[in-house]
């Protein structure tokens, strides 16, 4: 049963730094592309990043580029986002998923359940 | 990247079929076949309905179908259940290893 859990939410001050994780199990981590999905409360889903299996490439949304670092531990079968210089827009419920298809966000078949991340002073 | 633009909302009564659409642009929703479709009910993380276009996956209802005319895609409910109200968001790749979202239909089921 493929599984993803997250965590590393919270409460954060602007400027501040938060990193999330990813556990994985169930199916071969290092397989898989992974991205990171984000929704503010109420509102509809961003992507926010992906990493290829291999961990050699990834990409950024604009709205995250120089402020976040997605990368993953394939022997640990984790994925992180390193989220720096954090700002009151980046609150929202942050989701990691598997990546699939013939490109980057072809369509993402699972996904965790999130962590909330909440950034205000 | 601008989001795709979704209907905000969309009903219909049991049995019947509703039809969600899903505009973008030449640089995205026609450029590509990589549109996808994700439910989500409350308090719950979204779940793939559609891929590339028209594609679905294992365990999904066959009521449930995609196309794609030019910029615009759809997601059809047919012979709509109860279990079908929920918010339903597509997506859209943009080449250059980037993709886009619509803003969400949130579907009632009256």
């Known amino acids: 049963q493929l599984q993803l859990v997250e965590s590393g939410g919270g409460l954060v001050k602007p400027g501040g730094s938060l990193r999330l994780s990813c556990a994985a199990s169930?199916?071969?981590?290092?397989?898989?592309?992974m991205s990171w999905i984000r929704q503010a409360p109420g509102k509809g889903l961003e992507w926010v990043s992906y990493?290829?299996?291999?961990?050699?490439?990834?990409g950024y949304a604009d709205s995250v580029k120089g402020r976040f670092t997605i990368s993953r531990d394939n022997a640990k079968n984790s994925l992180y986002l390193q989220m720096n210089s954090l700002r009151a827009e980046d609150t929202a419920l942050y989701y990691c998923a598997t990546d699939r298809g013939a490109v980057v966000g072809d369509y993402f078949d699972s996904w965790g359940q999130g962590t909330l991340v909440t950034v205000s002073s | 990247q601008s989001a795709l633009t979704q209907p905000p909302s969309a009903s219909g009564s049991p049995g019947q079929s509703v039809t969600i659409s899903c505009t973008g642009t030449s640089s995205d929703v026609g450029a590509y076949n990589y549109v996808s479709w994700y439910q989500q009910h409350p308090g719950k993380a979204p779940k793939l309905m559609i891929y590339e276009v028209s594609k679905r996956p294992s365990g999904v209802p066959d009521r449930f179908s995609g196309s794609k005319s030019g910029n615009t895609a759809s997601l059809t409910v047919s012979g709509l259940q109860a279990e079908d109200e929920a918010d339903y968001y597509c997506t859209s790749y943009t080449g250059s290893n980037n993709l886009v979202f619509g803003g969400g239909t949130k579907l009632t089921v009256l």
């Open positions: 169930g199916f071969t981590f290092s397989d898989y592309y």
């Open positions: 990493i290829s299996s291999s961990g050699s490439t990834m």
